[in-house]
């Protein structure tokens, strides 16, 4: 909870986080996250993408879904993850965020799951800085923890340090 | 109708139904000043048109009205029912002027002095002893003021009639919140059947009442829908989405072509083939919907010029050419102001007084010139005038004063170089300003708005001879043509208004890649052309697939800034819809955005200008005048800073040449060295290079490493053997011309040493005999040089001239005497220009110009006078004798400059 400051001015996220609601689950390097189901616009397998030179290193691109450009987000490397290993495919979640599009680039996207608000909990002060800016609170699942993205801060690529100086 | 007429008509009508419903709004909210300013907005552009159109009836009363609301915008009147009825009346004037006026195309006979004198003695505070004041609520106000307006000399009170109406409308307007029904039975109703002329007001006053109880005269009714018919109104908006999905549907498209070019004999070909006609042909029809002549951006501007002229108590003659080119709306819009404003700043700034013209030898009417025409995909549009150029000295003194530069940096600059302050952000040379120009639209707002739409605007003066301002500019913003061009495995776009021309690098030939201190240049025609690697800008990755030497270049232009961009591979052009790129990537300069290309693939689509300004080019260099070829030549060393290669040869002293005159630098074993008919050859590729020395005393060395200075032109090379050399830089190069050994052009301080410049024009007379005198052979190898004849007595003056002229793409022949032009001229030989000394032994350059112009061949040459004798006596000889044009003869700028204009487009541009 010691993040609640950094949060604060966005506090529809955490609350709608914590109020419970279907998810599309995703796994990134064996963690799994989940985004409320509506920001979702679509789930895309292996895309073509333009790399942006000079872009930040987050950004691995951009792709073209049905004629519109989006912004592919290397979730991985968002969250201060090694590259992924092996040649596996990983998929895209395409978001919209105050009218764009990107896509966010996980490995593997799971299924739609209706959480109730008991299971939520907010952010653990010993999440890591970078993970806790991101994430709008967790589910204990069965057998496993569900990490929800904020979409909005995880687009926000300048405040990536801003969780350490909170 | 005449289609400017019919515009009017529309638009005004519309303008005067919204001034009803405000001025409604504004008797209700008297003190809303955002109501006013925009009811008086709409008066003056009332106004404003009428004047343009030539109808002085509409005009005086729109400006009487306007003159009221100007008052209540001032506070110094308020809003009262007086007021309003006032205004109410006089836009019912207007109206039934203007039924008139669409039916007749003529205004009626008559005048309005009754009306305008009510609404003048209300302005000047006289009507404020109307009854109206006492009751501020409309209905009260018109139940109890009946007679509030003194009743003119037809003895008809026309105000009540109006009144109901608008107040009735403005009691619908609140009830029913029908706002835009109120205005439309107004318009029809004031539109009625021929007005008998001279009691206007009368029937001006009626039909209001009739529109309650009748409908209005069917012929007006017709007449109004006749126009309407032939030209609707629509949103630009709406043309602005039809133009988006339409772009999207060319995308589609062509992804769709794409596909099917990957599949023989795909049943789909034949629809596809249908749809893709079917697409260009509704991609040509939306773009023919925004497609308007420029014309219409210009119909402002004779109305302009003409009350400038009369303002300024200057001559003026406005010439347009190429009205009818046309380009698209939302480009056309964003120009007007700066046209406007260019054209402004033309007639103000730069064309003289008459008495100051006629003093210079101009004829006492100025001319301002506008020209557009299509070129290549773009619009150009120039803005000339015949005046006196910049002042440049005034800019100059300004910007050391707004701190934009140093007194040292300026002290540096050329004319060309500090003319472009006039663009720098509020940057307005303030004593000049005067109640015309200067008026918060400065230059800086000028060009960031051709910016904004992918346009240039380059600026070109001469002192004495005028401005020109050229504009180039898309013509269009959806759908731009663009370069696709590979680099290190990714691909880009290059929008192809910023680029000129395409230069494929090679290890071995002239356009090799060359690197001071590792930064890459490439010779293009004589001049050194700075290189930008794609690569390196865009950090792409650490190793480079491609040598440098098999690059490709393409060369782009950002404003005067002309620079090179290294790419790996270019595709060729492909129509491009510009979508700006996301949010986050916003930041990065080097794009203007991204898009999809045929094949499905996003593509960035390059920033010439970011990537212009992160190579270094500050706004300062970029502002150089490099478009300007000959500024690294010694003939433009006053205040140029040109790149000098510095070398030793034959003594101590450094000795240097301008770097743009070296092909390239080459060191060869001097063993390698032989000999031809006695003198000094060098094999190089594969051709016998003739080598020469410094001076003749000067030993070539027989062992060693031996450096040569290679010169080029027309497939042949000279070597010139040097001992050392030293170093590159660029300086400013002020020669003193005092030194005249065979050889060297003068001395001058380079790096703080007395250095001499060399001629390379002696050095290449002395490797072939006959450098400069083919005159059937073209200069430069790819361009038509124009053939020069050159007349001096002074063999220093010729030696001079002679390479500059030469680099300037000039063919020049020289002549020691003006008997020896006259016979050249007179044995067949052909001259495009002539260039004469006027004090010559024998036969002087009056005479000589007196005598050419009486032959039918040389009647039209342009004859331009050298001279050291500036005397005006002697400039009005020489016009009289029927020399083009006068040059002191030290001012070598001056004289290029003056034969770059005669020629129009010099020969080695």
Redesign the interface.
């Known amino acids: 909870m010691s993040n609640l400051p950094a949060i604060a001015n966005k506090p529809g996220a955490v609350e709608a986080a914590a109020a419970g609601s279907d998810f599309v689950t995703m796994t990134v390097a064996d963690q799994l996250f989940g985004i409320p189901v509506l920001t979702v616009q679509d789930v895309l397998g292996p895309q073509r993408i333009t790399r942006v030179p000079l872009a930040p290193p987050e950004v691995a691109g951009a792709l073209n879904l049905r004629g519109r450009i989006v912004t592919a987000i290397d979730v991985r490397r968002r969250l201060g993850l090694p590259k992924r290993e092996g040649t596996a495919a990983g998929m895209n979640v395409v978001v919209d965020f105050k009218g764009e599009l990107y896509a966010l680039m996980v490995d593997n996207v799971g299924e739609v799951l209706s959480l109730s608000a008991d299971a939520y909990e907010r952010n653990p002060a010993t999440l890591d800085p970078r993970w806790r800016d991101v994430s709008a609170g967790i589910y204990r699942l069965k057998g496993k923890l569900l990490v929800v993205l904020e979409v909005a801060r995880l687009l926000d690529l300048k405040v990536k340090r801003g969780a350490e100086a909170a | 109708m005449d289609d400017l007429l019919r515009d009017f008509l529309t638009e005004t009508n519309e303008n005067l139904g919204m001034l009803d419903t405000e001025l409604v709004k504004l008797e209700q909210n008297p003190n809303d000043p955002g109501l006013v300013s925009s009811i008086f907005r709409m008066m003056h552009t009332i106004k404003g048109t009428c004047g343009f159109l030539g109808l002085p009836r509409l005009e005086k009363v729109a400006h009487a009205g306007e003159n009221l609301l100007d008052k209540i915008r001032d506070k110094e009147l308020v809003a009262d029912t007086t007021a309003v009825s006032l205004i109410l009346e006089s836009i019912d004037r207007i109206k039934s002027l203007l039924s008139v006026l669409e039916q007749t195309e003529a205004e009626p006979e008559g005048d309005d002095a009754d009306l305008i004198q009510r609404l003048n003695d209300f302005a000047a505070g006289k009507g404020a002893a109307a009854p109206a004041a006492a009751t501020p609520v409309p209905l009260q106000a018109l139940a109890s003021t009946p007679a509030e307006p003194e009743p003119d000399e037809h003895g008809f009170v026309p105000v009540p009639a109006h009144k109901t109406a608008a107040v009735a409308d403005a009691i619908a307007a609140e009830k029913g919140g029908a706002t835009q029904a109120a205005p439309v039975p107004v318009p029809v109703a004031a539109a009625p059947a021929p007005v008998p002329a001279p009691p206007v007001p009368a029937s001006a006053a009626k039909p209001p009442v009739a529109a309650a109880s009748a409908p209005p005269p069917a012929k007006a009714e017709t007449a109004e829908s006749a126009i309407a018919a032939s030209s609707i109104r629509v949103n630009v908006d709406v043309l602005e989405n039809l133009m988006t999905m339409v772009s999207?549907l060319v995308?589609?498209r062509n992804q769709l072509l794409q596909i099917l070019r990957s599949q023989k004999d795909s049943e789909f070909a034949a629809p596809l083939q249908r749809l893709n006609h079917v697409t260009s042909e509704l991609q040509e029809g939306v773009m023919k919907t925004r497609m308007q002549p420029i014309g219409n951006a210009w119909s402002k501007l004779p109305r302009l010029i003409r009350d400038l002229s009369h303002e300024l108590g200057k001559k003026i003659d406005l010439l347009m050419h190429g009205q009818e080119t046309e380009l698209d709306r939302q480009v056309l819009e964003l120009i007007k102001d700066p046209l406007t404003h260019l054209v402004r700043n033309c007639a103000d700034h730069g064309l003289e007084p008459p008495d100051e013209r006629r003093a210079a030898g101009k004829p006492e009417t100025g001319k301002v010139i506008l020209n557009a025409f299509h070129e290549g995909g773009h619009i150009i549009i120039e803005i000339k005038d015949d005046g006196r150029g910049l002042n440049i000295d005034r800019i100059k003194q300004k910007a050391v004063q707004n701190g934009v530069a140093t007194e040292a940096e300026i002290a540096a600059m050329s004319d060309q170089q500090a003319a472009q302050f006039i663009f720098a952000a509020g940057f307005s040379t303030a004593a000049q300003v005067t109640s015309v120009s200067g008026r918060g639209v400065g230059m800086d707002v000028v060009r960031t708005n051709i910016e904004k739409i992918g346009g240039t605007v380059e600026l070109k003066f001469q002192r004495g001879k005028g401005t020109a301002f050229v504009i180039k500019i898309p013509l269009t913003l959806a759908i731009v043509s663009a370069l696709i061009v590979e680099c290190s495995g990714?691909?880009f776009a290059i929008p192809q208004i910023s680029v000129l021309e395409l230069v494929r690098a090679h290890g071995n030939s002239e356009t090799t890649v060359e690197r001071v201190n590792d930064a890459p240049f490439l010779r293009l025609r004589n001049r050194l052309l700075p290189l930008v690697s794609l690569h390196d800008t865009?950090?792409?990755g650490e190793t480079r697939t491609m040598d440098d030497d098999k690059s490709f270049i393409v060369v782009t232009q950002v404003g005067n800034y002309t620079f090179g961009i290294m790419v790996d591979r270019v595709f060729d052009t492909e129509e491009i819809v510009v979508?700006p790129?996301?949010?986050?990537?916003r930041d990065?300069p080097?794009?203007s955005g991204?898009?999809?290309l045929g094949d499905?693939?996003?593509?960035?689509i390059l920033d010439p200008n970011g990537i212009a300004a992160s190579s270094g080019a500050s706004a300062a260099t970029m502002s150089e005048a490099q478009a300007d070829h000959a500024a690294t030549e010694v003939a433009r060393s006053e205040g140029e800073r040109v790149a000098l290669l510095v070398f030793r040869a034959g003594g101590q002293a450094p000795k240097a040449v301008p770097l743009s005159l070296i092909a390239r630098l080459e060191e060869t074993d001097a063993a390698q060295i032989e000999y031809s008919d006695g003198k000094p050859v060098l094999q190089y590729r594969g051709k016998l290079m003739p080598l020469v020395t410094i001076d003749p005393s000067y030993g070539i060395r027989s062992e060693g490493r031996q450096p040569i200075l290679v010169f080029a032109d027309r497939n042949r090379n000279m070597g010139l053997l040097v001992d050392e050399i030293v170093d590159i830089v660029e300086e400013r190069l002020s020669i003193e011309m005092n030194n005249a050994r065979p050889g060297m052009v003068g001395s001058a301080i380079i790096s703080g040493k007395a250095t001499d410049v060399i001629d390379t024009a002696h050095y290449l007379a002395q490797a072939f005999g006959d450098w400069f005198g083919k005159s059937d052979q073209p200069f430069g190898a790819q361009s038509q040089a124009r053939r020069l004849l050159l007349v001096d007595d002074s063999p220093f003056f010729r030696n001079l001239l002679q390479p500059i002229l030469q680099v300037a793409g000039y063919d020049v022949t020289t002549a020691d005497t003006a008997a020896q032009a006259l016979t050249l001229c007179e044995s067949g030989r052909e001259f495009d220009v002539i260039v004469s000394d006027i004090e010559m032994p024998g036969m002087s350059g009056f005479d000589f110009a007196e005598t050419l112009r009486r032959t039918e061949k040389f009647r039209e040459t342009p004859i331009l006078a050298l001279s050291s004798h500036t005397h005006p006596a002697d400039i009005d000889r020489a016009r009289r004798v029927g020399f083009t044009d006068f040059i002191p003869k030290l001012d070598r700028e001056g004289l290029l400059a003056s034969l770059s204009e005669l020629g129009g487009r010099s020969a080695a541009e």
């Open positions: 999207e995308l589609t990714e691909r865009l950090r792409l979508k790129v996301a949010p986050i990537l990065i080097m794009f991204n898009t999809i499905g693939s996003v593509i960035m």
